[in-house]
């Protein structure tokens, strides 16, 4: 089956850096998501992103679908950032809309 | 902006009891689904669920699950006779259309512990 693996595993930062967090996956994809897992438990949906590239305020992801991964950029992090990132893909043909989840990169941002 | 809302947040049970986790999907979402978390693991994909039936399953949805939409607006999952490895976090999300479409939404979840 498909392999979707997520770099770096865990990454701490002071509040004010940048990052970047990878998501490889192994076979074509229909549809790619980033989500955030606050501390609370929410899965919160940052970006549908099967392709190309979209910014959400200090948050945007790229997706180059024919290298097969994806990038999401954090900009000026906040604490409030601090939890785990998952990538997650639907692979062909996606029909039932099962989305396969990598591992996480978990973030703590400290102040 | 509409949300997936589950009940509920906690639930702790006996081995061998059955629970059912409820959900109520966004209104005019018309695919379902439940997904599991054990505790520091990656989010795993149960059942999705469309036009009143099982669209797909994974290995996991064994016969002690089942899903059901009893109405126009819930979504149950019902475990029959729980073990100590259903012990998780389960979510419950929906879309407006599958696969290559859109974001699915999440709820907040349902933690399942057994004891």
């Known amino acids: 089956g498909i392999q979707v693996e997520q770099s770096p595993p865990d990454l701490i930062l002071q509040e004010g850096a940048n990052s970047t967090l990878r998501c490889n996956f192994s076979d074509s994809v229909n549809n790619l998501q980033w989500f955030h897992q606050n501390p609370w438990g929410q899965l919160i949906n940052l970006f549908y992103i099967p392709s190309g590239t979209k910014q959400n305020g200090r948050l945007s992801a790229t997706t180059v679908a024919t290298e097969r991964y994806s990038l999401l950029y954090i900009s000026s992090s906040q604490t409030t950032d601090s939890g785990v990132y998952f990538c997650?893909?639907?692979?062909?043909?996606?029909?039932?809309?099962?989305?396969?989840f990598g591992q996480g990169t978990t973030l703590q941002v400290k102040p | 902006e509409p949300e997936v809302t589950q009940t509920p947040s906690h639930q702790v049970t006996q081995m061998g009891q059955e629970v059912i986790l409820r959900c109520v999907p966004i209104?005019?979402?018309?695919?379902f689904y439940w997904y599991r978390q054990i505790l520091g693991q990656k989010v795993e994909f149960l059942v999705s669920?469309?036009?009143?039936?099982?669209?797909?399953k994974s290995e996991i949805f064994d016969d002690q699950f089942s899903v059901e939409r009893p109405d126009g607006s819930n979504f149950t999952l019902k475990i029959r006779s729980t073990k100590l490895e259903d012990s998780a976090m389960y979510f419950c999300?929906?879309?407006?259309?599958?696969?290559?479409?859109?974001?699915?939404?999440f709820g907040s979840g349902t933690q399942l512990s057994v004891l």
């Open positions: 209104s005019n979402h018309l695919y």
């Open positions: 997650a893909v639907v692979i062909p043909p996606g029909n039932t809309g099962k989305l396969i």
């Open positions: 999300a929906s879309s407006v259309v599958a696969g290559g479409g859109e974001k699915l939404f």
């Open positions: 669920f469309y036009n009143n039936e099982i669209s797909e």
